[in-house]
């Protein structure tokens, strides 16, 4: 049955012989069942003299972080009356989805408090850890569960910066070995994100983040996907996109952007590369839900009369299709 309570001792804590730490401050803790009063709370309160005891041979414990831990190892101390093997699978909760972390492990626990070898999880940042066990033939008894996050030379440090342009925000860092996508959260406050955005293993580099409002302050994280899970988050960085000015015009490849409107109308853009690429960026992301509904698109040349600079908005529902040309090298 579930139980809405957490852990109370500090935000982390070690109990004694056992490696790792004690699940965060502000932990829920929930079970399938429990005995009489052998509440799953005292699965994570970091004594080992008090326990969860299920009232079946085969039962879950489930832990609710108040923010994303970081771990790639649980340690677990059992009891079992018989002494009996046990088997354990952890599951890690990451955007609201429950994954398997490790496969069954099995341990043999004692008719004592048994401090059981740590099992080994997949590297990352999760929302809650899940453990289904499987006594044998003994009802599951978890006195103690510990976290731990042993040395790795995996995504753990993400060093992300943050250019600002006009209208948008070009994000770079470091690549992580055996990424297959990159997640970008952001928003308009330290600490608060509310848009996501999903990079392509290759987009490392240089990733544009378009359709921001000039003047307002952006704050972005970053986190790789490895083998189907998600690292920490980089370090946030922030910028502000300024407008005005005329943008970089490079020396490099250009190319030509003819965007079809649903009324017949041709617009045709020349465009460098750089501002091809943001313009597929919007509407990709446009396109996935993401973003504003319109993206200003510079006319450089053609400004006539007293402007600093001409734009020419187009709306995403009102696109029919868009042609690009690139010029010969």
Known sequence: MPSALAAEKGETNVVEKMKGFTPPKGTIASSGSQYTTYDPKYAIDGNLETKWWSRGFTDYIQLNFPN???????????????????????????????????????????????????????????????????????????????????????????????????????????????????????????????????????????????????????????????????????????????????????????????????NGLDKEFDLSKKELNAFIAWYDAKDAGRGASFYAIDKHSNNKGPFSNRKDYVIFNKILTFDVSEYSK
């Open 68 to 262: 994303p831990t970081e771990f790639n190892f649980v340690q677990i101390a059992g009891y079992a009356s018989p002494a009996s093997n046990t088997n354990y699978t952890l599951y890690g909760l990451q955007n609201g989805t429950w994954k398997v972390i490790s496969p069954k492990e099995t341990r043999y626990v004692r008719s004592e408090v048994t401090i059981t070898d740590p099992i080994e999880a997949a590297t990352g940042a999760y929302e809650g850890l899940k453990i289904e066990a499987n006594g044998g033939s003994s009802w599951v008894n978890i006195h103690e569960i510990t976290l731990g996050l042993t040395n790795t030379t995996d995504n753990s440090s993400i060093d992300m910066k943050a250019v600002p342009g006009d209208s948008q925000v070009t994000l770079k860092w470091d690549e992580v070995k055996g990424a297959e996508n990159y997640t970008v959260k952001y928003g308009t406050e330290s600490g608060k994100y509310t848009e996501t955005a999903t990079a392509t293993k290759d987009a490392y580099g240089d990733f544009i983040i378009p359709g921001l409002t000039n003047g307002t302050k952006y704050y972005f994280v970053v986190s790789a996907k490895v083998n189907g899970v998600d690292s920490k988050y980089s370090n946030e960085a922030s910028a502000t996109p300024q407008g005005g000015n005329q943008p970089e015009q490079p020396s490099g490849d250009r190319a030509i952007l003819v965007v079809t409107m649903d």
